[in-house]
């Protein structure tokens, strides 16, 4: 396997085991706090995303991105 295919790989599943993670605990900070917790969700993509702490950047899966789009809009659909 490539070596860059395999580093690609790790980095996608880092990126999901933090929004994961932080899906999760944000979940239960807003029901202790008692806001939507849509807030708390969009503040943490800003602040974890390429704007503030880049620790979460996508730009480098432009394919992934357009499946996270898809994947996301079904879920809603339904």
Same mark, same amino acid.
């Given at each position: 396997m490539d070596v860059n295919v395999v580093e690609q790989a790790d980095n996608l599943m880092r990126i999901f085991a933090i929004i994961i993670f932080l899906g999760i605990v944000l979940t239960k900070v807003s029901h202790r706090i008692s806001i939507p917790d849509v807030v708390?969700?969009?503040?943490? %993509?800003?602040?974890? %995303?390429?704007?503030?702490?880049?620790?979460?950047? *996508?730009?480098? *899966? %432009?394919?992934?991105?357009?499946?996270?789009?898809? *994947? %996301?809009?079904?879920?809603?659909?339904?």
């Open positions: 708390l969700y969009i503040a943490a %993509g800003i602040i974890v %995303g390429p704007a503030v702490l880049n620790i979460v950047d *996508f730009s480098e *899966f %432009g394919i992934i991105n357009q499946l996270i789009l898809a *994947f %996301g809009a079904a879920i809603h659909t339904v």
